[in-house]
């Protein structure tokens, strides 16, 4: 591939995120937590593409997160002590929206994501989703829906991942 094809996808993808990202206005002055879970102390670039994309939400939307970072897997039922933290803080009213680089970061499994979605809409929380680039209300249901499937795919992905 050329350096020119290259450059003009990138601008292509890169309109498309533009077009496609939430309206300034749904985040501008909200209280944001930002949750970076990263799944092994061996993989250095998880926690800074993580931190990259918090970084980069914060110019774009011009808001400063409260970043809850977990090194932990959370296999073989380990409790992960700083989501139940930032879930703590999403029911004393401190939290808008929480920001995640992609579904399996709040949830390994399809019940344990819908568990911590369930509890942060009973909070009214939305939630962004940085691989989608989509910020979704748990109250509307088709964004329920989509949250639904994304965490049938992230469990796909997953079990996949851990047998090759």
Not at 18 to 32: C, E, N, Q, W, Y
Request: contains cysteine; aromatic residues 10%; glycine residues 4%.
């Amino acid at each position: 591939m050329s350096k020119d094809t290259l450059e003009t996808l990138r601008a292509e993808v890169e309109a498309y995120r533009t077009a496609s990202a939430p309206d300034f206005s749904m985040i501008s002055g909200k209280r944001i937590a930002a949750y970076v879970r990263v799944s092994s102390k061996a993989i250095g670039n998880d926690e800074a593409r993580q931190v990259y994309g918090v970084e980069q939400f914060s110019k774009i939307y011009k808001v400063e997160p409260l970043t809850y970072t977990e090194w932990s897997s959370a296999k073989g039922g380990r409790t992960r002590e700083v989501c139940q933290n930032m879930l703590k803080d999403a029911k004393a009213n401190k939290v808008d929206i929480l920001w995640e680089e992609q579904p399996s970061r709040v949830g390994r499994t399809i019940l344990e994501g819908l568990l911590s979605i369930r509890e942060l809409h009973e909070c009214g929380v939305k939630v962004f989703i940085e691989k989608f680039n989509k910020l979704y209300d748990p109250s509307n249901s088709m964004d329920k829906q989509l949250l639904y499937n994304q965490f049938i795919v992230a469990e796909i992905e997953n079990d996949w991942n851990s047998q090759n």
